[in-house]
């Protein structure tokens, strides 16, 4: 056990080295033996423009996240970090990794409709991957909310919330029993 937190205390050192390639070590050691609980640490790196030249091996590294226990660490990551410059390839990261964010869904609703037109496509990547994994009732009630919102949005918005309305609403599901 003590081995354990002495490797993580490594690791999590590595993550915040002021020096590049130790930071770069640390990623690729990160993915070979990381764990959920590195995340929030990734993301802080992302987000601190402290380390721009890296930021490109973390979003790749997060792409490749496969762990369903992190779904909701990416979720509070988006809450954490929404606005801030990157954030697009966080949401991105969410339909890369290819897990399953069903339950979070209404966020990535909200993020199609509020955000700017790039986090919105790539939040509607989400919602493609993750909608059929909704019962029909669910899928029904967030046709109807995201109706609700078409007549405050600009004519470019509208078009890619309509084109969501139009995904939503001919799947033919769900994949899994009804919830």
């Avoid at 290819?98 to 496509?121: H, K, M, P, Q």
């Amino acid at each position: 056990m003590e081995t354990n937190n002495n490797i993580n205390n490594e690791l999590l050192s590595g993550l915040n080295s002021p020096d590049l390639k130790t930071v770069s070590a640390t990623l690729h050691e990160l993915r070979l033996h990381g764990n959920v609980n590195f995340l929030p640490a990734l993301f802080s790196l992302l987000f601190s423009n402290k380390m721009t030249e890296i930021n490109e091996e973390i979003v790749n590294l997060i792409n490749d996240i496969k762990d369903p226990k992190a779904v909701p660490v990416f979720v509070d990551a988006i809450t954490t970090y929404r606005g801030r410059k990157g954030f697009g390839e966080l949401v991105s990261a969410c339909w890369q990794c290819g897990l399953d964010f069903s339950a979070y869904i209404d966020v990535f609703i909200d993020l199609v409709i509020e955000e700017d037109y790039y986090t919105s496509l790539e939040a509607f990547s989400v919602i493609e991957e993750n909608i059929s994994l909704l019962s029909t009732q669910q899928r029904s009630a967030r046709l109807e909310y995201i109706r609700s919102k078409l007549e405050n949005l600009s004519p470019e918005k509208g078009l890619l919330v309509n084109e969501m309305v139009s995904v939503i609403s001919t799947i033919s599901g769900p994949f899994r029993l009804d919830t």
